[in-house]
């Protein structure tokens, strides 16, 4: 039996300026969202444009690129997997205590290639293909 097969490539814009934070491994992780636009035609003729988000997280030297060479508005290709994060929460509803299933679908970066610089930067030799 063949593995299965977890690849997501989405191009879109950063919609807030990444977040880079150091964990308690001292490991680097960079957090962004990207919105993805779309447009089509409805059945009557109209024009309809439709936005997905995706929450973004990249590690390490991929996570301290963006950060430091893209800003929210941005234009970036992202190849990555999804990951899907789930945790119970607390709630009171009607006065009734209980938990609730959250299910938090993430893309982790494994490849991206940018498209607008921050500030037009050409990266100050930036090599994407190190990373």
């Keep these: 039996m063949s593995a299965g097969l977890n690849q997501i490539t989405i191009l879109g814009r950063l919609g807030n300026d990444p977040i880079t934070r150091d964990t308690r491994t001292e490991t680097t992780v960079t957090h962004f969202d990207v919105a993805v636009d779309e447009s089509y035609k409805s059945k009557a003729g109209d024009k309809v444009e439709k936005v997905t988000w ?30 899907f ?31 607008d610089w921050k500030d037009d930067n050409p990266g100050d030799g930036f090599d994407q293909d190190e990373l």
């Design 85 to 115: 994060r789930q945790y119970e929460k607390a709630i009171v509803l009607n006065g009734q205590e209980g938990t609730i299933k959250i299910i938090d679908p993430v893309l982790i970066v494994e490849d991206f290639k940018i498209i």
């Design 54 to 83: 995706f929450r973004c997280e990249a590690w390490n030297g991929r996570g301290k690129a963006i950060a430091q060479y893209l800003g929210k508005g941005n234009r970036i290709l992202v190849n990555g997997r999804m990951d």
